[in-house]
Nanobody
Framework: QVQLVESGGGLVQAGGSLRLSCAAS????????MGWYRQAPGKQRELVAT???????NYADSVKGRFTISRDGAKKTVTLQMNNLKPEDTGVYYC?????????WGQGTQVTVSS
C-alpha cells in the first residue's frame, strides 16, 4: 500500500511560479518511478512529468523548460517546480506512483493560473 499526499497548489498570475510537493508513505521502497499528472476541466488527465529512482526525468512537451521534477534520496517526497505558468496550466495536479500493477494517486491539488 502507498499513500500520496499533495500540497502547494494555489492561485497565481501568468508568468508566476508554484511549487508542488508529494509526500509518500507506505511501501515506498518498491516504487521505481513517480509522476505528476494534471486534469483540466472537461479534459482527460494527462502526464506532466515523471522521475525514476535513478533520477531520469520525462516531461510533457507543453511544460519542457518551465517545470522541473525532483525527489529526495529516500523517495519520500517528489517536488514539481513550476515556473512561467500559463493559463493553460490550470487544473488539478495529481501525484502518481505505480506499484505491483496498480496505480496509486493522491487526492490532487488545484492550480489556477489567471491571465
Amino acid at each position: 500500500q502507498v499513500q500520496l499526499v499533495e500540497s502547494g497548489g494555489g492561485l497565481v498570475q501568468a508568468g508566476g511560479s508554484l511549487r508542488l510537493s508529494c509526500a509518500a508513505s507506505g511501501t515506498i521502497f518498491s516504487i521505481n518511478v513517480m509522476g505528476w499528472y494534471r486534469q483540466a476541466p472537461g479534459k482527460q488527465r494527462e502526464l506532466v512529468a515523471t522521475i525514476t529512482d535513478g533520477g531520469s526525468t520525462n516531461y510533457a512537451d507543453s511544460v519542457k523548460g518551465r517545470f522541473t521534477i525532483s525527489r529526495d534520496g529516500a523517495k519520500k517526497t517528489v517536488t514539481l517546480q513550476m515556473n512561467n505558468l500559463k493559463p493553460e496550466d490550470t487544473g488539478v495536479y495529481y501525484c502518481q506512483a505505480p506499484l505491483l500493477g496498480r496505480n496509486y494517486w493522491g487526492q490532487g491539488t488545484q492550480v489556477t493560473v489567471s491571465s
